[in-house]
């Protein structure tokens, strides 16, 4: 493999080699073909970093705000600038298609610019007068380090719900990215060392959970966010408890969309649920994976239309330059593993009884033989409480449920284990209202497939979806990112 590049750490302000023996292959998942490597950096590299950052701490925030928030003005603006760039890194080692990719970059931006109303979303409180002769002022001071553990699906935004708070509240940063996708933070992170941004400041360490683990179990570490999995959420939550640390830690999903018998504009419902589901293919924990039809007609209008929809969507490698702009291109799972996991989930359905109405495991791309594709699924006939409905697949995997009413569906919502986003589609005002103040879900959306946030609001789900108690974006990052400081004075009079 002589040509293949290793991925540098970036400490204090340098760009360094990981001192370790081990590395990862970073796999273009369109054709499996090896397009870098990436350090499995040690616990003492991770220290480093922690070291520097605490080192930096000081100086950056007693920086004035306008200051730090001047150095990310210009961070969007490079960003901006080399957006088509940032984009091909991360169709090409994510598999995501290049409108995806673009869409993703302006969720960076928007987060970015939420985090530079620091001047105002940072500013304490004042009651003159809450006893004879004394006021009470609270402040929201910077906490110390901070350290994100992100996922492979958004290598660009899922950094940047964490990044820019951070560093404009006065707190300095560590970033571990996925080890399955680490190209695009590393070239965001040249953009960012190209602010001029005080040495340790802002680190990046490449590596799998020995790297991130170094940070949870660090004291010097004030709080931690993590995207993934469930269960890795439960146990950082929990060590981060014990250790005193901050933490959010955002797990798995399974999301519901819910089709009442009054909503009449088919053609458009169609293409909003076919695209949360099979968009990123269906890699985002945003997207829906699980349909419920109220009633016979309904049901069978659905199931009809949408498979017939998810016909329509380009299999293909994202930079293929012959479909690369198509809005419904589809690319590859991201690996060998998540290819073997799918079909496992698919044959599992068959053995429980639902109907495989279209089957997307023996598609062939001309060209990618070695990627791991795997075409739009739909099973219909499908009972809740099968494993195919309770287990998030993450995957272009999409299971459709027959229910009698609103209440049922919200009842299967509320019963499952996962609460992080829902939809229902109705023009009924009462309908919705009803939906929104019972489904038991961290994000609604009413006639909108994907709830997503923008940054102004918080983004987050409930229950086993999100393991800590503080949102991410908007007021409540900056919330989770500065420590609360409760002054009460009181001058005498001189003499």
Not at 14 to 38: F, M, R, T, Y
Not at 362 to 380: A, C, E, L, Q, R
Not at 449 to 461: E, N, Q, R, S
Request: glycine share 8%; hydrophobic share 40%.
């Amino acid at each position: 493999m002589t040509g293949v590049r290793t991925v540098k750490n970036y400490i204090n302000g340098k760009w360094i080699d990981a001192e370790c023996d081990s590395c990862l292959d970073i796999e273009n998942p369109s054709n499996g073909q090896i397009i870098a490597k990436v350090p499995l950096s040690t616990k003492a590299e991770s220290e480093r970093a922690v070291v520097a950052a605490r080192a930096a701490f000081p100086g950056w925030s007693n920086t004035p705000v306008t200051k730090r928030v001047a150095y990310m003005f210009t961070l969007r603006r490079i960003l901006q600038e080399n957006e088509e760039k940032i984009s091909r890194v991360l169709a090409e080692e994510m598999g995501k298609s290049l409108p995806d990719a673009r869409a993703e970059m302006k969720r960076v931006f928007q987060n970015i610019e939420v985090a530079c109303a620091a001047p105002m979303l940072q500013q304490g409180d004042k009651l003159i007068g809450c006893a004879a002769g004394i006021d009470g002022e609270v402040i929201h001071l910077p906490i110390g380090v901070f350290a994100a553990i992100t996922p492979f699906n958004f290598p660009a935004m899922a950094p940047f719900w964490f990044i820019p708070y951070a560093l404009v509240t006065g707190n300095t940063f560590i970033i571990k990215p996925s080890e399955l996708t680490p190209l695009t933070m590393e070239v965001m992170t040249r953009y960012i060392d190209q602010l001029g941004l005080p040495p340790g400041v802002f680190n990046m360490v490449n590596g799998d959970k020995t790297a991130a683990s170094a940070f949870i179990d660090n004291p010097d570490v004030n709080g931690v966010s993590f995207v993934g999995k469930s269960a890795t959420c439960r146990i950082i939550a929990e060590k981060c408890a014990k250790a005193n640390q901050r933490y959010q830690a955002m797990g798995s999903a399974k999301n519901h969309l819910v089709v009442m018998p009054d909503y009449v504009k088919m053609d458009e419902l169609i293409r909003n649920m076919s695209t949360s589901c099979f968009g990123c293919a269906g890699q985002r924990c945003m997207a829906s994976s699980a349909i419920m039809a109220i009633g016979d007609e309904m049901y069978k209008k659905v199931s009809e239309k949408f498979i017939e929809d998810a016909k329509k969507f380009i299999v293909a490698d994202p930079l293929d330059p012959k479909v690369a702009e198509e809005p419904m291109l589809m690319g590859p799972v991201i690996t060998a593993q998540s290819k073997e996991f799918i079909h496992k989930m698919i044959e599992t359905g068959i053995k429980e009884g639902a109907t495989l109405a279209l089957d997307g495991r023996d598609i062939k791309i001309p060209g990618s033989d070695n990627g791991y594709f795997v075409g739009p699924t739909v099973f219909t006939d499908v009972k809740p409480g099968m494993e195919i409905h309770k287990t998030e697949i993450f995957a272009p995997v999409v299971v459709i449920l027959k229910v009698n009413s609103l209440d049922e569906a919200i009842k299967i919502i509320n019963d499952h284990q996962y609460a992080n986003a829902c939809s229902i589609y109705t023009q009924n005002g009462y309908y919705a209202r009803k939906f929104k103040l019972e489904a038991n879900c961290g994000m609604i959306g009413v006639n909108v497939g994907i709830p997503a946030p923008v940054p102004f609001l918080p983004f987050g789900g409930m229950d086993d979806s999100m393991i800590c108690d503080i949102k991410m974006q908007g007021k409540p990052a900056f919330n989770f990112y500065t420590e609360n400081k409760v002054v009460v004075e009181r001058f005498w009079k001189e003499d």
